[in-house]
């Protein structure tokens, strides 16, 4: 039986840990040796997924210092396992003694109870979003790694709510998407965004929305055949994510309206090099990259946890009325940007070690 906690083919993630546990951790196996260490960068992505003081984001502060327990000496990874912990400082468990026995909406209260018999655990336990610090530990690993290899990753949120920023699937560094405080690169939707937010946490309410993830320096040729297509794996990969409620690719959904002539990437060959004319497969035919530009959109549901009461049932299965307390965001997708990336690094990250074990120049 698979537990469900381990990520990877060649590189591969296990996640432990609960959100009010002592720590959340990973262990990341496959990684290359003689990879120095990028501190900065671990820090960088963490700060990103973070809290940071914003009215719709939890005021719960963590401060997600990395233990690195095996694997690496001398700041240089040795291709052994790369054991971390990140210990939990902050978390107010008591502020769920008043939810501790009844299915709170949205939350995995009800299905964890049905899987495992148990109560449900404060914070989420490991359903929580916590435990997504860890993804971005072992996703700084690979996309540090990835950018040695000339490919980098950029997510960045394209809506939230009903607000749509203009020119989304496009590439923006990283100075254009941490500029903006809800991590969009468009600043009038930006600036539409934050009074959006404002509102939704007056309200005591949640709000959803999109990160669109591109790939910019992906060689052509990544991705296995049939399942392990290179849209499979990211796929996988984000969904996993909490909250992550579907995920598409170039156009996507907005394709079914466009007819084969119109979709269809064309060819050509300039000075020697296969290129294409357009870009509406978002990087990706028959599940392997072909050298474009790679553009994936992420869907995110609204956060479970509102402050507005809200009916549901206890554990004995009587009807109750509750409002939930505790510390929680009205909206979390500016935060999960940096998750998809670091997911994204580890799907990719694995592929192209797959793609190099055909022994072909890369």
């Given at each position: ?275 294409f004319l357009s870009n509406h497969s978002g990087g990706i035919q028959a599940g392997i990259s072909n050298g474009n530009l790679l553009v994936m959109n992420t869907a995110f549901r609204p956060a479970s946890s509102i402050g507005t009461p809200q009916h549901s ?18 909206c979390f997708v500016p935060r999960a940007a940096v998750v998809v990336t670091a997911m994204a690094a580890m799907a990719i990250a694995d592929l192209w070690l797959q793609f190099k074990s055909y022994d072909r120049e890369l």
């Open positions: 039986m698979a537990a469900g906690n381990t990520f990877g083919t060649l590189l591969k993630i296990t996640l432990f840990g609960e959100s009010h546990g002592a720590a959340v951790g990973g262990v990341l196996d496959g990684f290359p040796a003689g990879q120095r260490v990028h501190h900065a960068l671990i820090s960088e992505m963490l700060k990103q997924r973070a809290p940071g003081g914003f009215s719709h984001e939890t005021s719960r502060a963590e401060t997600d210092i990395v233990e690195f327990l095996s694997g690496i000496e001398n700041d240089k990874t040795l291709g052994s396992p790369v054991a971390f912990i990140i210990r939990n400082m902050d978390a107010h468990s008591e502020d769920y003694n008043d939810t501790k026995n009844v299915f709170r909406p949205g939350h995995a209260d009800y299905t964890y109870h049905r899987k495992y018999g148990l109560l449900p655990q404060a914070g989420g336990g490991r359903a929580s979003g916590r435990e997504t610090a860890a993804r971005v530990v072992a996703g700084a690993f690979a996309l540090d790694f990835l950018r040695s290899k000339g490919i980098d990753i950029s997510s960045y949120v394209s809506a939230i709510g009903s607000v749509k920023m203009n020119g989304a699937g496009k590439w923006y560094d990283e100075k254009a998407v941490q500029s903006s405080a809800v991590r969009c690169p468009d600043q009038a939707a930006s600036n539409q965004i934050e009074i959006l937010l404002k509102e939704i946490s007056k309200k005591k309410d949640s709000v959803g929305g999109c990160i669109t993830t591109t790939v910019s320096g992906l060689p052509a040729g990544l991705g296995e055949p049939v399942f392990g297509k290179i849209n499979a794996v990211l796929s996988q990969a984000v969904m996993s994510i909490p909250g992550a409620k579907g995920v598409d690719f170039g156009e996507g959904f907005a394709g079914i309206a466009l007819h084969g002539s119109e979709y269809n990437d064309v060819p050509e060959n300039k000075d020697g090099k296969i290129s049932v206890d554990f004995n299965g009587n009807e109750t009325e509750l409002t939930v307390s505790g510390r929680h965001d009205a």
